[in-house]
């Protein structure tokens, strides 16, 4: 297969025409990075796409980051800060060496711009709940932020580290308006906007001041003069080009290849065994059929998670056996052991035992009613994959599953319509609280919680996980919360990917990181050896 597979690719790059992206060979001191799709635009606080965030990553800053563990935040631009006794008022102590690329100064008065901006609801920011319950972020000194909560918000650290709290100039803001981050870009990170061609390339300049980077990396200063972020939708094209050198480094490889690629000289290959990307089907808990919790439970207990994710990821991601990644702050094992396994015998006999009886199509029947259910997912290769087999190991305990797969120019709003009964997704998250909170607090009805989950105890479990001041009780509120979904069995968790990172011979230090999918993050130790 490996042969094969070397063979292929070398074909398809001698294949590629002459004028293609692609095929023009990486130029010296330039790391060219190739991507899936673009994003729409580059507005930190209007984008949630991860298309966006890693190239704003690379842009701009933070006031704290997050170390290769997913747990463990660290400083940003605050190289240090407190938190009041009630939990409600964070100080953050700033660097004083931070420029923008334009070389002006960075103040505490960029800091408290840029996070009333994204809180700001002329902003219109879909990630604003994000920065807590903010009352007020003011400027103690040029080099002091207070941020005060109206009630503390454990969560604040984690959020903050997300692109969506990059610090950025006012004055572009203000110059471009409604084109800050489509016709250009002023931030403190540690690569500059050059210039941006949509659905081609976007083209970076390495800030000649930046020596702010994050404590996680050896090197605080960027190691390549110029990064060119280049769009590539064709697998066999991305393929091609990080094996012949044509390219250095993508994350948006298929999953087929990963296994081959590992065994290619000329391809080094790194993972990140903390990745936090899951893959589910939610179900709406008040449509008909979906509400029988005997009906979600006999679903979860009739499909084989184990064989979805051998045909559909090749081997590169992990059936999820629970709602959450074991690794992630505040995962509660205890919920997950509450999670159904495959046993189709066992679902047979829960449909028998809730009056579900077999009907002369195969489809069973209560009162009139089928098994049958419609499930809305956006179009990718993926979804067609895992919810074919799906359909199949429902069929054979009496279930009809009904699929519809929208492009995703349309998909998201008929996700957040009533009609459907169930649906497929996957999403990044950076704990347990972030990601319940997410889609499980009837706040969010009807998106992003689709499953119209409405349960005051579980709201009350999320507040109080957000909002205790011990790290203990956040911890048993948001255990408590877990174990109520999980017998519930809103969902069914299907896959856990893996993030991996490919670069070409001549590249070194590029090491996948993967918060909120983005595997680059700042990129500060990669460099070129020619």
Known sequence: MRKILGSFLLAAAAAMPAGDAAAQSAPRDTLVVMREIDADRYDPHRSTARGAGEIIYMMSDTLVSLDWDMRTVRPGLAERWEVSPDGKTYTFHLRRDVTFCDGRPMTADDVVYSISRWVDPATRSPVR??????????????????????????????????????????NTVERLGQNFGVQGFNGTGPYCWTSWTPRQEMVLTRHPTYSWGPPIYQNPRPQVERVIWRVIPEANTRLAAIQTGQADVTQYIPHIAVQQLRNVPTVRMSQQPNYFWDHFMGFKVDKPVMNDPQVRRAINLAVNRDAIVRATWFGNAAPADAYLNPNVTGFDAQAAELVPQYNPDEARRVLDAAGWTMGPDGVRVKNGERASFLVYGLQTAEARRYLEAIQADLRRVGIEMRVQLWDATVGWGRLATQEFDAFV??????????????????????????????DPRTDELLRQARTALSEADRLAAIAQAQRQIAEANVWLPLARESLWVASAQRVQGARAHGIYGVALYKGLDIRLTR
């Open 129 to 170: 709940w994000r920065a807590g319950p903010v009352k007020e972020i003011r400027a103690r000194d040029p080099h002091t932020v207070e941020y005060e909560l109206t009630e503390p918000y454990g969560e604040l650290l984690y959020q903050l580290t997300l692109f969506f709290a990059s610090v950025i100039d006012r």
């Open 425 to 454: 997704m996957s999403y990044p998250y950076i704990s347990a609280t972030d990601g319940f909170s997410l889609y499980f607090d009837s706040a969010n009805r009807p998106t992003p919680n689709r499953m119209n989950w409405n």
